[in-house]
């Protein structure tokens, strides 16, 4: 029964890394740069709805909707201010703005929240599932079903509606997507828009785990997200959610049978070793190189 | 004067004449104790800062790869400096000789895991070999936090995991950290560290390895079919920056009491890596610069202490936005070109 109930929270716990690496994959699939201020988008999106419950006193479900939007604004100000400027410029040049970004917001949190660690309440208000020994957490059902959720949602969208189709367009070929008339700076918007409202969604339910909030908060699970997009295939989809279960489970296991202490150790010494066996990760396309 | 005619070489040593002479009025200033307490006190982590930001300027400059993780090579220099320090303080009496071995043995043991770490990072291409990096320097400082290390007269005893029973005293302890037995650094050792690594670098970049990498960076196809061995070239580089690191590593450990793995992070990292960035790709004088100015701007921002980082996020942002505007590139090239035809002309008057 631990096993599998083991299995189960390494299952909730990647459910979230993917929500977060969607974040990461979208923005790198279409602009092709990492954004490393994403993790701090989510420690932002904590603290809101933090606010929201315990100052304003709404709702949880309300609260996470404020958090959705007050992340989208700030995903698309940042993109607006910081990335666009840059957008012909070296990839390492937007690399360290978005670094300066996220010191920036973290900065900024730690002004107006201090560094005094919040505990964040559980928005789930479902109660545990019981079946013979094994129990599972309501915030384990819940993040499951949503990542299933939005997984489903974000590829039926960029299957489907135009604005997706117009992502996938930019992000095949940037210029050739321009010639068709497809406006880049809307889509790449756009992209920073459903990636921080994800933000905020992940980090709600990141906190609700571990409800620990100080602003640096969001830097771990941001890294962790990275490493799971990097490992399903930075770019795609399906491969962020491979590489966030298969992150979860990963460190879950490591956890319980191998150490506590060297369970970050064992998920990046897997990465390594599935990036020496697939160089573009798991689900990435590979890039044939032209001379 | 030949080595003058060369614009490169005429260059560098501009660069190191500046620092030599730079220095040696710091050092004099120390020396006379006129510097204040926070600067004097600043002055082995600018050394460290310095040589750090000159080896990643060799991964990130020369060799065009983006490494996340060169805090972890410093780190594995800090901590086998340290072990050598406690281990052969009884055997080599001069503190200098002490210093010198467990900087070699530092550089030596960086370089050992650079090679290591080399094998599999230097195969990826690009966003996948930076992350690959990253996951390299979390590794080190997760392991190094649970490395237990004791020393008695049998020797060195070590074991991986808390609660361990080992005999004699404890080097490193975990979470904890190092001890650091002798207080060795200062500012004279951290000179000639900063003026050795210097002339490693301008050496080797110069050299025949140097020019093979610089092409391998433009153009790694073209490279490889003129016969370049990229690995092997690739190699020497990323192995002689972890070396460097290592080196610095130990300067930064003899300069306190304690060192802790958790010091040696993703932000310090970034924080070197922004110093490249900064200074300008491949730019060794850029480098130096904004290692200095990067160590010691926090320090002068103290006053405002709340503010302090919010400040340095802001300053790092517009920087980076000003530096890509195509205007003030604009502005930068005629404003060179205005200062260097003022200089001709005073020249031509001279003559």
Not at chain 1, 103 to 117: D, E, G, K, R
Not at chain 1, 204 to 231: D, N
Request: hydrophobic share 55%; glycine share 10%.
């Amino acid at each position: 029964m631990a096993f599998l109930s083991n299995f189960i929270n390494g299952l909730s716990l990647g459910s979230i890394y993917a929500i977060i690496a969607l974040g990461y994959t979208m923005v790198y699939g279409i602009a092709k740069m990492l954004n490393f201020a994403h993790g701090d988008v989510i420690m932002v999106g904590a603290y809101v709805s933090f606010v929201s419950i315990y100052s304003l006193g709404t709702p949880p479900i309300l609260a996470l909707l404020i958090s959705m939007c007050v992340c989208t604004i700030l995903g698309v100000v940042i993109e607006r201010l910081a990335y666009r400027p840059l957008r012909s410029a070296a990839s390492l040049a937007v690399l360290i703005t978005a670094i300066g970004v996220s010191y920036l917001l973290q900065n900024v949190a730690l002004l107006i929240w201090t560094s005094n660690t919040k505990v964040f309440p559980s928005i789930v208000s479902i109660g545990s599932l019981r079946i013979g020994s094994l129990t599972v957490t309501g915030e384990t059902i819940v993040s499951i079903i949503t990542c299933i959720v939005i997984m489903i949602g974000l590829t039926t969208f960029t299957a489907k509606t135009k604005t997706g189709k117009a992502m996938r367009a930019v992000s095949e070929n940037r210029q050739a997507a321009e010639l068709m008339g497809i406006s880049v700076n809307r889509t790449i918007s756009v992209t920073f828009a459903i990636g921080s409202a994800l933000a905020a969604v992940a980090g709600v339910l990141y906190c609700s785990m571990y409800p620990v909030l100080v602003p640096t908060t969001g830097s771990i699970p941001g890294i962790k997200a990275f490493t799971a997009a990097v490992l399903g295939g930075i770019g795609s989809i399906p491969g962020t959610l491979v590489g966030g279960l298969l992150l979860g489970i990963i460190e879950i296991f490591g956890r319980a049978y191998i150490s506590q202490d060297l369970s970050d150790a064992i998920v990046f010494a897997v990465l390594i070793i599935i990036l020496l066996v697939k160089p573009n990760g798991l689900l990435g396309k590979k890039v044939t190189e032209k001379v | 004067m030949r080595l003058w005619k060369s614009k490169t070489s005429r260059q560098n040593i501009i660069t190191l004449a500046s620092v030599v002479v730079v220095f040696t009025v710091v050092f004099f200033l120390n020396q006379g104790r006129m510097l204040s307490r926070s600067l004097s006190g600043q002055l082995v982590p600018i050394c460290v800062y310095i040589i750090m930001a000159l080896s990643l300027n060799l991964t990130v400059g020369i060799l065009g790869e983006l490494s996340l993780g060169h805090a972890g090579f410093m780190s594995i220099g800090a901590f086998s400096g340290v072990l050598a320090v406690t281990s052969l303080g009884q055997y080599i009496g001069n503190p200098i000789l002490l210093m010198i071995v467990a900087i070699l043995i530092g550089g030596v043991m960086a370089a050992i895991f650079g090679f290591l770490i080399g094998i599999p990072v230097l195969r990826l291409r690009g966003d996948y070999l930076a992350i690959v990096t990253l996951a390299f320097g979390e590794i080190i400082k997760n392991v190094l936090n649970c490395l237990y290390v004791t020393i008695d007269a049998d020797g060195l005893h070590v074991a991986m995991f808390s609660g361990a029973k080992l005999p004699g005293e404890f080097i490193i302890n975990g979470p904890q950290g190092a001890k650091v037995s002798q207080h060795l650094s200062n500012f004279g050792t951290g000179f000639v560290l900063v003026i050795v690594v210097m002339l490693i670098i301008m050496n080797f970049v110069h050299s025949k390895e140097g020019r093979a990498i610089k092409a391998i960076r433009d153009n790694p196809i073209a490279a490889e079919s003129v016969g370049l061995n990229i690995t092997s070239y690739k190699m020497r580089a990323f192995v002689i920056s972890a070396a460097m690191a290592g080196m610095a590593g130990v300067l930064f450990a003899m300069n306190y009491s304690a060192i802790e793995a958790k010091k040696f992070n993703f932000n310090t990292s970034i924080s070197v890596l922004v110093m490249v960035v900064l200074g300008g790709m491949g730019s060794l004088r850029g480098s130096i610069v904004a290692a200095i100015v990067l160590t010691v701007l926090p320090e002068l921002l103290r006053g405002f202490d709340d503010y302090r980082m919010l400040i340095y996020a802001i300053v790092l942002i517009l920087v980076m936005l000003l530096n890509s505007n195509p205007r003030f590139q604009q502005f930068k090239i005629t404003a060179k070109k205005k200062v260097t035809a003022m200089f001709r002309k005073k020249e031509a008057a001279k003559k």
